[in-house]
Protein backbone atom coordinates (compact mmCIF):
# COMPACT_ATOMS: atom_id res chain seq x y z
CA UNK A 1 0.00 0.00 0.00
CA UNK A 2 1.66 3.59 -1.14
CA UNK A 3 2.20 6.04 1.93
CA UNK A 4 -0.10 8.78 0.15
CA UNK A 5 -3.05 5.69 0.91
CA UNK A 6 -2.28 5.04 4.09
CA UNK A 7 -2.09 8.85 5.59
CA UNK A 8 -5.86 8.67 4.04
CA UNK A 9 -6.79 5.62 5.44
CA UNK A 10 -6.08 7.19 8.92
CA UNK A 11 -4.23 5.03 10.22
CA UNK A 12 -0.68 5.58 10.17
CA UNK A 13 0.26 8.59 8.61
CA UNK A 14 4.24 9.06 7.38
CA UNK A 15 4.67 12.69 6.28
CA UNK A 16 6.57 15.58 7.51
CA UNK A 17 3.79 17.78 8.41
CA UNK A 18 1.86 18.43 11.77
CA UNK A 19 -1.48 16.35 12.54
CA UNK A 20 -4.01 18.80 10.96
CA UNK A 21 -6.37 19.13 14.35
CA UNK A 22 -2.72 20.66 15.58
CA UNK A 23 -2.51 23.07 12.75
CA UNK A 24 -6.06 24.00 13.70
CA UNK A 25 -5.19 24.48 17.43
CA UNK A 26 -1.96 26.55 16.70
CA UNK A 27 -4.35 28.83 14.65
CA UNK A 28 -6.49 29.66 17.46
CA UNK A 29 -3.31 29.25 20.43
CA UNK A 30 -1.73 32.29 18.11
CA UNK A 31 -5.02 34.95 18.36
CA UNK A 32 -4.52 33.72 22.22
CA UNK A 33 -0.60 34.71 21.67
CA UNK A 34 -1.14 37.98 20.16
CA UNK A 35 -3.45 39.43 22.83
CA UNK A 36 -0.72 38.74 25.16
CA UNK A 37 1.86 40.11 23.22
CA UNK A 38 -0.41 43.60 22.94
CA UNK A 39 -1.00 43.82 26.72
CA UNK A 40 2.68 43.64 26.73
CA UNK A 41 3.49 47.00 23.79
CA UNK A 42 4.99 44.18 21.82
CA UNK A 43 3.59 44.65 18.72
CA UNK A 44 3.77 42.54 15.83
CA UNK A 45 1.34 41.59 12.79
CA UNK A 46 -0.82 38.53 13.13
CA UNK A 47 0.90 36.68 10.36
CA UNK A 48 4.39 36.85 12.58
CA UNK A 49 3.30 36.19 15.68
CA UNK A 50 6.09 34.23 17.23
CA UNK A 51 5.95 30.59 18.10
CA UNK A 52 7.44 30.01 21.58
CA UNK A 53 7.89 26.95 23.20
CA UNK A 54 8.09 25.92 26.95
CA UNK A 55 10.27 23.29 27.82
CA UNK A 56 11.13 21.13 30.82
CA UNK A 57 13.41 19.11 31.88
CA UNK A 58 13.30 15.51 34.08
CA UNK A 59 14.05 15.50 37.41
CA UNK A 60 12.00 13.58 39.39
CA UNK A 61 9.97 15.28 41.85
CA UNK A 62 11.85 18.29 42.05
CA UNK A 63 11.24 18.29 37.82
CA UNK A 64 7.02 18.26 38.70
CA UNK A 65 6.80 21.04 41.59
CA UNK A 66 9.55 23.05 40.01
CA UNK A 67 7.56 23.52 37.11
CA UNK A 68 4.41 24.01 38.41
CA UNK A 69 5.52 27.05 40.11
CA UNK A 70 7.55 28.42 37.17
CA UNK A 71 4.20 28.28 35.19
CA UNK A 72 2.31 30.14 38.26
CA UNK A 73 5.22 32.70 37.78
CA UNK A 74 4.73 33.01 34.03
CA UNK A 75 1.29 33.89 34.62
CA UNK A 76 1.46 36.22 37.34
CA UNK A 77 3.98 37.85 34.67
CA UNK A 78 1.24 37.62 32.04
CA UNK A 79 3.67 35.68 29.96
CA UNK A 80 1.70 32.02 29.88
CA UNK A 81 -0.40 33.28 27.49
CA UNK A 82 2.67 33.80 25.13
CA UNK A 83 3.39 30.35 25.41
CA UNK A 84 2.20 28.01 22.59
CA UNK A 85 3.68 24.91 23.16
CA UNK A 86 4.60 22.85 26.65
CA UNK A 87 6.79 19.68 26.20
CA UNK A 88 8.59 17.94 28.87
CA UNK A 89 10.58 14.58 29.77
CA UNK A 90 10.13 12.03 33.19
CA UNK A 91 9.29 13.82 36.15
CA UNK A 92 8.13 17.04 34.08
CA UNK A 93 5.24 15.24 32.23
CA UNK A 94 3.96 14.29 35.79
CA UNK A 95 3.20 18.03 36.52
CA UNK A 96 2.11 17.76 33.27
CA UNK A 97 -0.24 15.27 33.31
CA UNK A 98 -1.97 16.87 36.37
CA UNK A 99 -2.48 20.09 35.13
CA UNK A 100 -4.24 19.03 32.05
CA UNK A 101 -6.64 17.12 34.24
CA UNK A 102 -8.48 20.37 34.53
CA UNK A 103 -9.99 21.96 31.55
CA UNK A 104 -8.53 25.60 30.47
CA UNK A 105 -6.09 24.97 33.71
CA UNK A 106 -4.21 27.85 32.59
CA UNK A 107 -7.42 30.21 33.40
CA UNK A 108 -7.32 29.66 36.84
CA UNK A 109 -3.48 28.01 38.19
CA UNK A 110 -3.63 29.42 41.21
CA UNK A 111 -6.61 27.28 42.83
CA UNK A 112 -5.55 23.99 39.89
CA UNK A 113 -1.69 24.39 41.81
CA UNK A 114 -3.56 24.63 45.58
CA UNK A 115 -5.13 21.23 44.69
CA UNK A 116 -2.11 19.61 42.86
CA UNK A 117 0.03 20.30 46.23
CA UNK A 118 -2.58 19.25 48.29
CA UNK A 119 -2.88 15.84 46.84
CA UNK A 120 1.12 15.58 46.54
CA UNK A 121 1.35 16.72 50.36
CA UNK A 122 -1.56 13.86 51.44
CA UNK A 123 -1.78 10.45 51.79
CA UNK A 124 -0.31 7.85 49.54
CA UNK A 125 -2.15 4.80 46.87
CA UNK A 126 -2.90 2.24 48.83
CA UNK A 127 -1.15 -1.36 48.52
CA UNK A 128 -4.81 -2.82 47.76
CA UNK A 129 -5.59 -0.02 45.10
CA UNK A 130 -2.02 -0.15 43.53
CA UNK A 131 -2.26 -3.80 43.24
CA UNK A 132 -6.10 -3.78 41.42
CA UNK A 133 -5.02 -1.27 38.76
CA UNK A 134 -1.12 -3.54 38.33
CA UNK A 135 -3.92 -6.90 37.57
CA UNK A 136 -6.05 -4.39 35.24
CA UNK A 137 -2.77 -3.57 33.06
CA UNK A 138 -2.17 -6.96 33.17
CA UNK A 139 -4.99 -8.70 32.48
CA UNK A 140 -6.20 -5.97 30.06
CA UNK A 141 -3.13 -5.88 27.59
CA UNK A 142 -0.89 -8.14 25.19
CA UNK A 143 2.06 -6.98 26.66
CA UNK A 144 3.12 -6.78 30.39
CA UNK A 145 6.17 -5.02 31.19
CA UNK A 146 8.22 -3.54 33.89
CA UNK A 147 6.47 -0.04 32.85
CA UNK A 148 2.95 -1.42 34.11
CA UNK A 149 4.63 -2.04 37.55
CA UNK A 150 6.22 1.00 37.58
CA UNK A 151 3.08 2.77 37.11
CA UNK A 152 1.34 1.04 39.55
CA UNK A 153 3.52 1.05 42.40
CA UNK A 154 6.15 3.93 42.32
CA UNK A 155 4.20 6.51 40.24
CA UNK A 156 0.97 6.21 42.36
CA UNK A 157 3.76 6.73 45.23
CA UNK A 158 4.62 9.75 43.88
CA UNK A 159 1.54 11.20 42.54
CA UNK A 160 -0.58 9.83 45.12
CA UNK A 161 -3.10 8.86 42.78
CA UNK A 162 -4.72 6.30 40.18
CA UNK A 163 -4.95 8.78 36.83
CA UNK A 164 -7.37 6.64 34.02
CA UNK A 165 -8.03 9.34 32.32
CA UNK A 166 -6.28 9.29 28.71
CA UNK A 167 -4.77 12.30 26.64
CA UNK A 168 -7.78 11.77 24.10
CA UNK A 169 -10.84 12.05 26.18
CA UNK A 170 -9.73 15.36 28.45
CA UNK A 171 -7.82 17.29 25.51
CA UNK A 172 -11.39 17.08 24.49
CA UNK A 173 -12.56 19.05 26.61
CA UNK A 174 -9.89 21.44 26.22
CA UNK A 175 -8.87 24.72 24.57
CA UNK A 176 -7.03 27.48 26.04
CA UNK A 177 -3.88 26.28 26.98
CA UNK A 178 -0.19 25.49 25.81
CA UNK A 179 -0.22 22.39 23.19
CA UNK A 180 1.41 19.42 25.66
CA UNK A 181 4.00 16.97 23.90
CA UNK A 182 4.78 14.42 25.88
CA UNK A 183 8.19 12.28 25.25
CA UNK A 184 10.40 9.10 25.35
CA UNK A 185 12.45 7.12 23.66
CA UNK A 186 12.66 3.99 21.32
CA UNK A 187 15.40 2.05 23.30
CA UNK A 188 16.03 -0.11 20.28
CA UNK A 189 16.76 2.66 18.21
CA UNK A 190 19.25 3.88 20.62
CA UNK A 191 21.50 1.00 20.41
CA UNK A 192 20.59 0.90 16.40
CA UNK A 193 22.83 2.57 13.63
CA UNK A 194 20.58 4.93 12.13
CA UNK A 195 17.77 4.28 13.91
CA UNK A 196 15.41 7.49 15.44
CA UNK A 197 14.58 7.12 18.99
CA UNK A 198 12.78 10.47 19.46
CA UNK A 199 9.69 9.78 20.22
CA UNK A 200 6.62 12.08 20.79
CA UNK A 201 3.29 11.41 21.92
CA UNK A 202 0.62 14.66 21.91
CA UNK A 203 -3.23 14.85 22.13
CA UNK A 204 -3.73 14.05 18.32
CA UNK A 205 -0.97 11.62 17.60
CA UNK A 206 1.99 9.62 18.55
CA UNK A 207 5.35 8.65 16.51
CA UNK A 208 8.77 9.69 15.50
CA UNK A 209 9.89 13.15 15.53
CA UNK A 210 12.98 12.70 13.24
CA UNK A 211 11.23 9.95 10.30
CA UNK A 212 7.69 11.54 10.79
CA UNK A 213 6.31 8.62 11.31
CA UNK A 214 2.90 8.77 13.39
CA UNK A 215 -0.96 6.99 14.19
CA UNK A 216 -3.29 8.24 15.89
CA UNK A 217 -2.66 8.15 19.90
CA UNK A 218 -5.79 6.55 20.62
CA UNK A 219 -4.20 3.99 18.55
CA UNK A 220 -0.77 3.61 20.23
CA UNK A 221 -0.41 0.32 21.72
CA UNK A 222 -2.66 -1.59 19.05
CA UNK A 223 -1.31 -4.33 16.89
CA UNK A 224 -0.71 -3.08 12.67
CA UNK A 225 0.81 -4.74 9.96
CA UNK A 226 1.94 -2.25 6.99
CA UNK A 227 0.00 0.24 8.38
CA UNK A 228 -3.42 -1.10 9.26
CA UNK A 229 -4.83 -1.92 12.57
CA UNK A 230 -5.22 -5.47 12.73
CA UNK A 231 -6.12 -5.67 16.68
CA UNK A 232 -7.14 -2.70 18.67
CA UNK A 233 -5.96 -2.33 22.32
CA UNK A 234 -7.71 -0.01 24.93
CA UNK A 235 -5.66 3.84 24.91
CA UNK A 236 -2.96 3.51 27.55
CA UNK A 237 -4.32 6.15 30.62
CA UNK A 238 -2.26 8.77 32.39
CA UNK A 239 -0.74 6.64 34.98
CA UNK A 240 0.63 4.45 32.46
CA UNK A 241 1.68 7.72 29.98
CA UNK A 242 3.56 9.00 33.43
CA UNK A 243 5.22 6.07 33.98
CA UNK A 244 6.25 5.56 30.24
CA UNK A 245 7.97 9.01 29.84
CA UNK A 246 8.98 9.21 33.76
CA UNK A 247 10.72 5.52 33.85
CA UNK A 248 14.21 7.06 34.40
CA UNK A 249 15.75 3.63 36.33
CA UNK A 250 15.01 1.38 33.60
CA UNK A 251 19.02 2.07 33.04
CA UNK A 252 20.24 -1.13 34.09
CA UNK A 253 22.17 0.02 37.27
CA UNK A 254 18.50 0.52 38.87
CA UNK A 255 17.85 -3.03 39.46
CA UNK A 256 18.18 -3.17 43.19
CA UNK A 257 15.69 0.06 43.59
CA UNK A 258 12.82 -2.13 42.01
CA UNK A 259 13.60 -5.06 43.59
CA UNK A 260 13.25 -3.34 46.27
CA UNK A 261 9.62 -1.58 45.46
CA UNK A 262 9.11 -5.55 44.60
CA UNK A 263 9.96 -6.74 48.14
CA UNK A 264 7.97 -3.89 49.74
CA UNK A 265 4.86 -4.31 47.11
CA UNK A 266 4.75 -8.37 48.68
CA UNK A 267 5.43 -7.58 52.55
CA UNK A 268 2.71 -4.85 52.99
CA UNK A 269 -0.07 -6.04 50.60
CA UNK A 270 -0.67 -9.29 52.84
CA UNK A 271 -4.75 -8.37 52.75
CA UNK A 272 -4.33 -8.83 49.09
CA UNK A 273 -1.98 -11.47 49.24
CA UNK A 274 -4.80 -13.38 51.78
CA UNK A 275 -6.99 -12.34 49.16
CA UNK A 276 -5.34 -14.21 46.67
CA UNK A 277 -4.64 -17.50 49.17
CA UNK A 278 -8.37 -17.55 49.40
CA UNK A 279 -8.90 -17.64 45.17
CA UNK A 280 -6.44 -20.04 44.89
CA UNK A 281 -7.63 -22.61 47.78
CA UNK A 282 -10.99 -22.71 45.40
CA UNK A 283 -8.53 -24.08 42.90
CA UNK A 284 -7.92 -27.70 43.86
CA UNK A 285 -4.61 -27.80 40.99
CA UNK A 286 -3.07 -25.04 42.63
CA UNK A 287 0.33 -25.70 44.31
CA UNK A 288 0.19 -25.02 48.49
CA UNK A 289 -0.26 -21.30 48.72
CA UNK A 290 2.23 -20.31 51.45
CA UNK A 291 5.46 -22.65 49.47
CA UNK A 292 4.58 -20.75 46.46
CA UNK A 293 4.79 -17.42 48.55
CA UNK A 294 7.75 -18.12 49.99
CA UNK A 295 9.52 -18.95 46.38
CA UNK A 296 8.35 -15.97 45.26
CA UNK A 297 9.76 -14.01 48.22
CA UNK A 298 13.68 -16.19 48.35
CA UNK A 299 13.59 -15.38 44.56
CA UNK A 300 13.04 -11.97 45.26
CA UNK A 301 15.61 -11.66 48.10
CA UNK A 302 18.05 -14.10 46.18
CA UNK A 303 18.06 -11.24 43.27
CA UNK A 304 18.95 -8.39 46.11
CA UNK A 305 21.31 -10.46 48.36
CA UNK A 306 23.75 -11.22 44.83
CA UNK A 307 23.27 -7.40 43.97
CA UNK A 308 24.27 -6.49 46.98
CA UNK A 309 27.35 -9.03 47.29
CA UNK A 310 25.83 -11.22 49.89
CA UNK A 311 26.15 -14.74 49.98
CA UNK A 312 22.71 -16.21 48.76
CA UNK A 313 23.24 -19.86 49.42
CA UNK A 314 20.88 -20.27 52.37
CA UNK A 315 18.10 -18.59 50.06
CA UNK A 316 18.90 -21.14 46.85
CA UNK A 317 18.62 -23.91 48.85
CA UNK A 318 15.62 -23.04 50.10
CA UNK A 319 13.90 -22.34 46.76
CA UNK A 320 15.33 -25.99 45.23
CA UNK A 321 14.00 -27.66 48.77
CA UNK A 322 10.58 -25.52 48.16
CA UNK A 323 10.54 -26.12 44.48
CA UNK A 324 10.91 -30.16 45.08
CA UNK A 325 8.60 -30.04 47.85
CA UNK A 326 5.77 -28.61 45.28
CA UNK A 327 6.81 -31.14 42.33
CA UNK A 328 6.19 -34.05 44.95
CA UNK A 329 10.03 -35.09 44.87
CA UNK A 330 10.86 -34.78 41.44
CA UNK A 331 11.82 -31.71 40.34
CA UNK A 332 13.03 -31.26 36.69
CA UNK A 333 14.08 -28.06 37.02
CA UNK A 334 17.38 -27.35 35.76
CA UNK A 335 19.65 -24.01 37.31
CA UNK A 336 22.37 -22.30 35.84
CA UNK A 337 25.38 -24.88 35.00
CA UNK A 338 28.00 -22.41 36.20
CA UNK A 339 28.89 -21.29 39.55
CA UNK A 340 28.16 -18.22 40.89
CA UNK A 341 30.95 -15.55 41.34
CA UNK A 342 29.94 -12.82 43.34
CA UNK A 343 33.54 -11.07 42.96
CA UNK A 344 32.81 -10.34 39.20
CA UNK A 345 29.77 -8.20 39.17
CA UNK A 346 28.56 -9.00 35.91
CA UNK A 347 28.63 -12.54 35.98
CA UNK A 348 26.71 -12.60 38.81
CA UNK A 349 24.21 -10.80 37.39
CA UNK A 350 23.92 -12.88 34.08
CA UNK A 351 23.94 -16.01 36.63
CA UNK A 352 20.99 -14.44 38.18
CA UNK A 353 18.90 -13.49 35.46
CA UNK A 354 18.87 -16.91 34.15
CA UNK A 355 18.74 -18.34 37.64
CA UNK A 356 15.16 -16.10 37.59
CA UNK A 357 14.31 -16.94 34.29
CA UNK A 358 14.54 -20.94 35.02
CA UNK A 359 12.39 -20.56 38.09
CA UNK A 360 9.49 -18.29 36.04
CA UNK A 361 9.66 -20.86 33.30
CA UNK A 362 9.37 -24.06 35.73
CA UNK A 363 6.67 -22.19 38.02
CA UNK A 364 4.93 -21.82 34.72
CA UNK A 365 3.36 -25.27 34.28
CA UNK A 366 1.94 -24.93 37.49
CA UNK A 367 -1.55 -23.43 37.64
CA UNK A 368 -1.12 -20.47 40.20
CA UNK A 369 -3.99 -18.25 39.36
CA UNK A 370 -3.22 -14.63 40.64
CA UNK A 371 -0.15 -15.26 41.32
CA UNK A 372 1.07 -15.67 37.70
CA UNK A 373 1.16 -11.91 38.06
CA UNK A 374 3.79 -12.04 40.62
CA UNK A 375 5.57 -14.78 38.06
CA UNK A 376 5.31 -11.89 35.38
CA UNK A 377 6.82 -9.62 37.63
CA UNK A 378 9.92 -11.65 38.06
CA UNK A 379 10.13 -12.30 34.41
CA UNK A 380 10.01 -9.36 33.57
CA UNK A 381 13.07 -8.27 35.98
CA UNK A 382 14.91 -11.13 34.85
CA UNK A 383 14.63 -10.21 30.89
CA UNK A 384 14.85 -6.12 31.84
CA UNK A 385 11.46 -5.70 29.89
CA UNK A 386 10.43 -1.62 29.69
CA UNK A 387 7.25 0.08 28.13
CA UNK A 388 7.08 -2.96 25.52
CA UNK A 389 4.39 -1.96 22.97
CA UNK A 390 3.31 -3.04 19.53
CA UNK A 391 5.30 -1.33 16.44
CA UNK A 392 2.82 0.37 14.68
CA UNK A 393 5.17 0.33 11.48
CA UNK A 394 5.67 -3.23 11.49
CA UNK A 395 6.18 -4.40 7.70
CA UNK A 396 5.86 -1.04 6.03
CA UNK A 397 7.87 -0.35 3.54
CA UNK A 398 8.53 3.17 3.28
CA UNK A 399 11.59 4.02 2.45
CA UNK A 400 11.50 7.87 4.60
CA UNK A 401 11.24 5.92 7.73
CA UNK A 402 14.74 3.53 9.50
CA UNK A 403 14.54 0.05 7.74
CA UNK A 404 14.98 -1.40 11.73
CA UNK A 405 12.27 0.63 12.69
CA UNK A 406 9.82 -1.36 9.85
CA UNK A 407 11.17 -5.03 10.88
CA UNK A 408 9.99 -5.53 14.24
CA UNK A 409 6.90 -6.56 15.31
CA UNK A 410 7.01 -4.76 18.93
CA UNK A 411 9.35 -1.84 20.39
CA UNK A 412 10.10 -0.74 23.64
CA UNK A 413 9.97 2.76 25.01
CA UNK A 414 11.56 4.32 28.48
CA UNK A 415 12.24 7.76 29.66
CA UNK A 416 13.89 9.94 27.16
CA UNK A 417 16.20 11.35 29.98
CA UNK A 418 18.24 8.66 29.47
CA UNK A 419 18.69 9.83 25.72
CA UNK A 420 18.52 13.30 26.53
CA UNK A 421 17.34 15.37 29.47
CA UNK A 422 15.20 17.77 27.35
CA UNK A 423 12.68 17.67 25.00
CA UNK A 424 14.17 19.82 22.21
CA UNK A 425 13.89 17.38 19.44
CA UNK A 426 10.03 17.53 20.00
CA UNK A 427 9.61 21.17 19.30
CA UNK A 428 12.17 21.48 16.64
CA UNK A 429 10.74 19.46 14.06
CA UNK A 430 10.85 21.81 11.31
CA UNK A 431 6.91 22.31 10.53
CA UNK A 432 6.64 23.74 14.08
CA UNK A 433 8.53 26.38 13.08
CA UNK A 434 10.11 27.43 16.48
CA UNK A 435 11.05 31.12 16.96
CA UNK A 436 11.76 30.94 21.00
CA UNK A 437 12.40 27.83 23.53
CA UNK A 438 12.50 28.89 26.91
CA UNK A 439 14.46 25.90 29.19
CA UNK A 440 13.75 25.19 32.24
CA UNK A 441 16.29 23.01 33.39
CA UNK A 442 16.03 20.91 36.34
CA UNK A 443 18.54 18.13 35.95
CA UNK A 444 20.65 16.52 38.38
CA UNK A 445 24.24 17.51 38.19
CA UNK A 446 25.87 19.56 35.29
CA UNK A 447 23.06 22.32 34.82
CA UNK A 448 24.30 23.27 31.32
CA UNK A 449 24.46 19.17 29.70
CA UNK A 450 21.31 19.12 28.52
CA UNK A 451 21.72 22.04 25.79
CA UNK A 452 25.52 21.33 24.89
CA UNK A 453 24.45 17.98 24.39
CA UNK A 454 21.44 19.40 22.03
CA UNK A 455 24.07 21.67 20.31
CA UNK A 456 26.06 18.48 19.36
CA UNK A 457 22.96 16.40 18.09
CA UNK A 458 21.57 18.75 16.27
CA UNK A 459 24.64 19.73 14.34
CA UNK A 460 25.48 16.19 13.72
CA UNK A 461 22.05 16.17 12.38
CA UNK A 462 22.15 19.72 10.53
CA UNK A 463 19.43 20.81 12.15
CA UNK A 464 19.46 24.53 13.22
CA UNK A 465 20.33 25.24 16.45
CA UNK A 466 22.53 27.84 18.14
CA UNK A 467 26.37 27.66 19.23
CA UNK A 468 26.25 27.06 23.11
CA UNK A 469 29.22 28.95 25.16
CA UNK A 470 29.72 28.92 29.01
CA UNK A 471 32.05 31.04 30.47
CA UNK A 472 34.06 28.38 32.90
CA UNK A 473 33.54 30.21 35.78
CA UNK A 474 29.70 29.59 35.20
CA UNK A 475 30.16 25.86 35.18
CA UNK A 476 30.81 25.76 39.06
CA UNK A 477 28.47 28.92 39.87
CA UNK A 478 25.81 28.92 37.49
CA UNK A 479 23.71 32.01 37.33
CA UNK A 480 20.05 32.09 36.58
CA UNK A 481 19.83 33.32 33.09
CA UNK A 482 21.41 32.38 29.81
CA UNK A 483 20.17 33.56 25.89
CA UNK A 484 22.00 31.93 23.02
CA UNK A 485 21.02 33.15 20.01
CA UNK A 486 22.21 31.95 15.93
CA UNK A 487 21.62 33.65 12.41
CA UNK A 488 19.27 30.95 10.95
CA UNK A 489 17.78 29.16 14.60
CA UNK A 490 15.98 29.31 17.66
CA UNK A 491 16.61 32.01 20.23
CA UNK A 492 17.39 29.06 23.12
CA UNK A 493 16.82 30.58 26.80
CA UNK A 494 18.28 27.95 29.24
CA UNK A 495 17.42 28.61 32.93
CA UNK A 496 19.14 26.39 35.47
CA UNK A 497 16.92 25.86 38.71
CA UNK A 498 19.61 25.74 41.21
CA UNK A 499 21.75 28.61 40.71
CA UNK A 500 24.33 31.50 42.75
CA UNK A 501 21.46 34.07 42.16
CA UNK A 502 18.30 31.98 43.83
CA UNK A 503 20.99 29.89 46.46
CA UNK A 504 24.02 31.78 46.77
CA UNK A 505 27.06 30.00 47.60
CA UNK A 506 25.20 27.13 48.61
CA UNK A 507 24.36 25.80 45.13
CA UNK A 508 26.22 22.30 45.76
CA UNK A 509 24.44 21.62 49.50
CA UNK A 510 20.61 22.29 47.95
CA UNK A 511 21.68 19.88 45.00
CA UNK A 512 22.41 17.72 47.57
CA UNK A 513 19.49 17.50 49.36
CA UNK A 514 16.93 17.68 46.63
CA UNK A 515 18.37 14.60 44.59
CA UNK A 516 15.83 13.15 41.73
CA UNK A 517 16.10 9.14 43.56
CA UNK A 518 14.33 10.42 46.77
CA UNK A 519 11.23 9.04 48.36
CA UNK A 520 8.49 11.55 47.67
CA UNK A 521 8.64 15.14 49.24
CA UNK A 522 7.28 16.30 51.98
CA UNK A 523 5.26 19.31 52.19
CA UNK A 524 8.30 21.40 53.50
CA UNK A 525 10.05 20.33 50.77
CA UNK A 526 7.76 21.33 48.35
CA UNK A 527 7.50 24.55 49.47
CA UNK A 528 11.25 25.13 49.50
CA UNK A 529 11.93 23.49 45.55
CA UNK A 530 8.93 25.79 44.55
CA UNK A 531 10.22 28.62 46.02
CA UNK A 532 13.90 28.31 44.36
CA UNK A 533 11.78 27.44 40.59
CA UNK A 534 9.80 30.96 41.09
CA UNK A 535 12.28 33.19 41.80
CA UNK A 536 13.80 32.13 38.28
CA UNK A 537 11.05 33.18 36.70
CA UNK A 538 10.09 36.07 38.57
CA UNK A 539 13.49 37.57 38.71
CA UNK A 540 13.73 38.00 35.35
CA UNK A 541 10.59 39.14 33.97
CA UNK A 542 11.91 41.67 32.13
CA UNK A 543 14.80 39.88 30.62
CA UNK A 544 11.58 37.24 29.33
CA UNK A 545 9.97 40.05 28.02
CA UNK A 546 13.26 41.51 26.26
CA UNK A 547 13.91 38.06 24.30
CA UNK A 548 10.10 37.89 23.57
CA UNK A 549 10.11 41.19 21.83
CA UNK A 550 13.55 40.27 19.91
CA UNK A 551 12.38 37.17 18.43
CA UNK A 552 9.36 39.01 17.23
CA UNK A 553 11.47 41.61 15.69
CA UNK A 554 14.15 39.29 14.17
CA UNK A 555 10.36 37.57 12.34
CA UNK A 556 8.70 40.70 11.45
CA UNK A 557 12.70 41.37 10.12
CA UNK A 558 12.79 37.79 8.15
Not at 398 to 405: G, I
Request: hydrophobic share 35%.
Amino acid sequence: MSASKLQESGDVRIAHSLHTKEEEFVVKRREIVFQSLQKHEIHCSQNKVPHIALLSSGGGQRATVGLLECLVQLDKAGLLDCILYLSGVSGSTWCMASLYQEPDWSTKLETVKDNIIKRLSGPGVSWGDAFAKLKKYYNGKDFFSLTDIWAAIVVTTYMKEIDEHTLTDKWSQLGKDPFPIYTATDKQSKQEEGGDPWFEISPHEAGYSLSGAFVETSNFGSQFDNGSKKKHQAEIDMLYLQALCGSALAGEDSKEFIWGKIQDFLKHSRPTKEIMFEEMKEDPNSPPVEKWYQVLMDLVDMNLCVLNVKDPSALDQSIRTMLNDLAGGKSQLIFPTQKLNLADKEAAKLYMKQYTEDVCNYLSQFSLGPFDIFLSICRCMALWIWGRNYNFLHNMTDESVPSALLRSETRDFEDAGLLLNSPYFSVLRKERDIDLIISLDFSEGDPFMTVREAADRFKKLNISFPEVNIPSEDLEKPKDFYVFKGQNAPTVIHIPLFNVVNCGDEVEAWRNKYRTFQGPYSAEKITEVMEVAGKNISNNREKLKEQIAAVVGKKAHN
